[in-house]
């Protein structure tokens, strides 16, 4: 190479090669030899060939590439400046940048009905299919997403409706809390000698036969009667326990009938609790080791019916009732008649419920409350334990008490006198009639225990035990009255019945209730429905979120490019005027003209 292709190009020979870059058109093949040159470094990911002429490199230089690298620097400063060319037009096509958002969103969904694990997407997508069966195909989906969305509505719904479910368990236990038993007398009263007709009268008024007993409100007797208190009536004129009961025996031990017997003043009148709260509370709980006819309580009883009023319904024998502690019984709900002249046997299956607080309705349209008794004991009055029976029946003897100025033997007012015969019968018995249980705050619990009572009965005595008892007694026919042993036969078929209360088996039924839809049943479930009506699974609900992420970061992320290009937009304008006008002043300056004759 000698020196002469070595020296840079004078001026003449610079004009006569821009001359020759505007007048001809370079080929494609000189373009690719040109770019076939030998290049400095890349300066921003731009290069630039450089020709001999200017004193670097072999070759022939062309003025055309100088001209193109000029316009492609001008276009990159323009790129880097704005972050992304707006609305630009993509090669062959024309088309604006908006147009390829949506091709980029089309790519994203394209790509998921390609490789879903749901099914039936792969057949709407595949373009390989006819485009009726890609029809059918994609009504075919959409039912069963629609049967599905309404499948889950249902699932929904029912949730949060609170339903709810039973599980019975049945456990086998070694030892078993023995119930209280309550026994009261169908006629309450007993009669005496005297003021015995007035009496007789009054109570007669409070049976189903009332109005055909008037009582004249003048006779001196029916006046004593009316002005007495009920505590006094209560006292003078109940059953006695050691009168009522005798023989009495528990798990085949002899017991005390004034000791193990309490009593209760009801609107029955008095009655009379074996296992009761008062023996609960000093001594505990009464159990029991085995079940059969032979354990549990055993007694005798005699009704006196010589001695009976005409009350309530009529008739004789004993009403019993089976609660436990710390229950109270229902006297107004519950009760099993015992007629006399049989041997009755109660076989008790014990079955405890529990219950779903709220939002979870128990009793109808109402929830339960979960508290124990010791945190509800403040609803009661005089009382160490609660009971929502209790409760109610406290509840309204406050109320008619209250009402009627005057307080009765249920329960005890602080301020007020007791009531007399009149008052109860005209105020407090109609007061307690027309009660409404809605007024009173007393809490359902959500545990308590409930019995299954089978009973049995035969003749007690039978004929030939009856004569054989009544030859063997010694006794004159005064004194086999009111004996406490048995009488003559005639006698015990109205007078003396037997009651054995026992364990049928010493296995326990629990009933629980349980939510019908939990969060692991529900996920269950809706898995379920999911593989039936699409085949899917929560990997498929993966894909299907990952699928609407990228759409909404496709979407914004061009919204929020184009809302900056427009706050970039002048810039970008004053710089690619600058970039023209240095072009247009080194083209002037190459030809030796000013700048203002160039434009």
Not at 91 to 119: C, N, Q
Not at 133 to 159: D, F, K, P, Q, S
Not at 553 to 575: D, E, H, M, V
Request: aromatic letters at 12%; hydrophobic letters at 35%.
């Amino acid at each position: 190479m000698t020196k002469a292709n070595l020296s840079r190009p004078s001026l003449g020979e610079h004009l006569d090669i821009y001359k020759a870059s505007i007048w001809t058109a370079p080929s494609d093949k000189a373009e690719d030899d040109m770019m076939g040159q030998e290049t400095d470094p890349p300066r921003d990911g731009v290069s630039f060939p450089l020709g001999p002429e200017f004193g670097y490199g072999r070759g022939a230089h062309k003025c055309d590439g100088f001209r193109r690298w000029r316009e492609r620097s001008a276009q990159h400063a323009q790129t880097r400046a704005d972050g992304s060319t707006n609305m630009s037009t993509t090669a062959g096509a024309g088309k604006p940048k908006a147009i390829e958002d949506v091709e980029t969103m089309r790519e994203v969904w394209s790509h998921f009905g390609k490789y879903t694990t749901l099914h039936g997407i792969k057949n709407i997508e595949s373009s390989e299919r006819h485009r009726y069966t890609r029809i059918i195909w994609l009504i075919l989906v959409l039912t069963m997403a629609g049967l599905l969305i309404n499948t889950v509505a249902n699932l929904l719904i029912e949730y949060y409706q609170y339903n709810t479910v039973t599980r019975t368990d049945v456990k086998v236990h070694s030892k078993s809390v023995f119930p209280s038993v309550t026994l009261c007398n169908t006629c309450p009263y007993r009669r005496k000698p005297s003021s015995a007709e007035a009496m007789n009268r009054l109570i007669a008024n409070t049976s189903i036969l009332t109005g055909s007993f008037p009582v004249n409100l003048s006779d001196p007797e029916a006046i004593e009667v009316l002005n007495w208190t009920m505590a006094y009536v209560q006292e003078e004129y109940s059953f006695k326990p050691e009168n009522l009961f005798f023989m009495i025996t528990y798990e085949g031990q002899t017991l005390n009938v004034t000791e193990d017997f309490e009593f209760i003043d009801t609107g029955m009148g008095r009655c009379f609790t074996f296992n009761g709260p008062k023996y609960i509370a000093q001594h505990g709980v009464r159990l029991v080791t085995s079940d059969g006819r032979n354990s549990g309580l055993r007694t005798y009883v005699r009704l006196f019916q010589e001695d009976y009023y005409i009350y309530d319904d009529m008739t004789a024998g004993m009403r019993m009732f089976i609660s436990n502690y710390p229950d109270t019984p229902r006297l107004d709900k519950d009760g099993i008649d015992i007629q006399p002249g049989v041997s009755a046997r109660i076989a008790l299956s014990p079955v405890k419920f529990t219950f779903l607080p709220a939002p979870y309705s128990s009793y109808g349209g109402e929830s339960c409350d979960d508290r124990t008794s010791e945190l509800l004991v403040d609803k009661m009055v005089n009382s160490t334990f609660y009971s929502h029976d209790l409760c109610l029946h406290q509840c309204i003897y406050d109320f008619c008490s209250k009402r009627c100025g005057c307080y009765t033997p249920h329960l005890y007012i602080p301020g007020l006198h007791e009531c007399s015969v009149a008052v109860t019968v005209t105020c407090i018995r109609s007061c307690h009639d027309r009660a409404q249980t809605s007024m009173c705050d007393c809490p359902r619990p959500c545990t308590f225990t409930r019995f299954e009572v089978t009973v049995s009965q035969s003749q007690l005595p039978s004929r030939v035990a009856a004569e054989y008892l009544a030859r063997s007694l010694n006794t004159s026919p005064e004194a086999l009255r009111y004996s406490p042993l048995i009488p003559s036969g005639n006698k015990m078929g109205e007078d003396y019945l037997e009651i054995r209360v026992y364990f049928d088996t010493m296995m326990t039924r629990y009933e629980m209730h349980e939510p019908q839809y939990t969060f692991n049943s529900m996920f269950a479930y809706l898995g379920g429905q999911m593989g039936f009506f699409m085949g899917a699974s929560l990997i498929t609900l993966s894909e299907l979120l990952e699928t609407l992420f990228f759409t909404v970061y496709i979407f914004f992320n061009k919204k929020l490019k184009r809302l900056g290009q427009l706050n970039k937009q002048p810039a970008a304008s004053s710089i690619q005027a600058q970039t023209q006008t240095n072009t247009v002043t080194s083209n002037n300056h190459s030809k030796g003209l000013p700048i203002k004759q160039a434009w």
